[in-house]
């Protein structure tokens, strides 16, 4: 009958969640206490219910019993199925009084109203920074530490999340790249894309380090940097001592000083480098191309860096210039 009054008589006393049986309220505790009595035989994972387990289990098994009949779709979840069918009927059924946004699964809806509440209940404990989502906090605390666990097998590129790793992909398949800039032949896949790399061209470093005089024109750039103020270096060498805050410095280490691996060769010279970014730069000395132009005179480069330096040029000729007519 709770079902149908939607009274939940039994409450946690550690959050807001309620239930209509006890047992229900049982199962939630141990998301608390990080008490997982069933256990996967064929990996380490473990989780609170026997049925989610078996749901696990079917990962290895490649059993996805539940079947769309309008798609190839196929899942292990009855109720994952019936989520996905609300895509090809374009039901949302869980809808917010405040404004026009609908969706399909009540969670979503939980997660937006929070948005209009201001609420933010997951807070790093190294910076003032809260969010709603748990998922949210994990990919920032990653900034933190400087981890980047998604790496492309074809180059240095790693990621915080599969996504950015997925876009980086598709410059290596060749796949559409159809916003282009319009002072050097980059080209990328979505056009936030080209707004960071133009940047690079306009010398612009809108993120700024707090601790010293410190700018960059990407915010992965800044949080990179902030490793060197924390001292954190969570990535270490298993031959050496050597330690580094970020995976794609324990790469080219390892194969600076210990596989001489160097994957990337010029065709035209013997030249070989441990970076892509290098022979890049590399092979524009022998075509000559220099794409990072300054827009204030007719200077122009191969790296960014060096452009940057140059502009800094044009910064103290304009605050001396000032000097001179006010003195």
Do not use: W
């Amino acid at each position: 009958m709770m079902r149908h009054t939607g009274e939940r008589p039994f409450a946690c006393d550690q959050c807001d969640y309620r239930a209509a049986q006890l047992d229900s309220l049982k199962k939630h505790m141990m998301t608390h206490t990080g008490e997982k009595p069933f256990a996967c035989d064929l990996c380490d994972y473990r989780t609170v219910q026997a049925s989610i387990l078996r749901r696990h289990k079917m990962r290895h098994t490649g059993e996805r019993p539940f079947a769309c009949d309008l798609c190839d779709y196929r899942s292990v979840e009855a109720d994952n199925l019936r989520k996905h069918k609300m895509k090809h009927s374009g039901e949302k059924p869980y809808a917010c009084d405040q404004c026009d946004y609908r969706t399909t699964l009540a969670c979503d809806l939980k997660r937006h109203v929070m948005r209009h509440n201001g609420v933010k209940p997951f807070g790093c404990d190294q910076c003032d920074y809260r969010c709603v989502l748990a998922s949210q906090l994990k990919k920032h605390l990653m900034r933190h530490t400087g981890e980047r666990p998604y790496a492309c097998d074809q180059c240095d590129y790693t990621a915080v999340q599969p996504e950015n790793l997925r876009k980086h992909m598709v410059k290596h398949s060749g796949g559409d790249k159809p916003h282009a800039c319009d002072q050097c032949e980059y080209r990328a896949v979505e056009a936030s894309q080209l707004r960071k790399h133009m940047m690079r061209h306009t010398g612009q470093e809108p993120h700024q380090c707090d601790h010293c005089h410190y700018r960059a024109a990407q915010r992965s750039e800044l949080t990179r940097h902030m490793l060197r103020h924390t001292g954190l270096k969570p990535h270490a060498c298993k031959l050496c001592h050597f330690t580094t805050a970020q995976a794609t410095n324990l790469k080219k280490h390892m194969m600076m000083k210990h596989t001489g691996e160097r994957p990337y060769a010029c065709g035209i010279c013997d030249y070989r480098t441990v970076q892509a970014d290098h022979l890049r730069k590399h092979i524009m000395r022998h075509i000559g191309e220099k794409p990072f132009g300054c827009p204030l005179c007719e200077y122009c480069t191969v790296e960014a860096s060096l452009l940057k330096i140059h502009m800094k040029r044009h910064v103290k000729k304009e605050h001396s210039s000032e000097s001179t007519t006010q003195s």
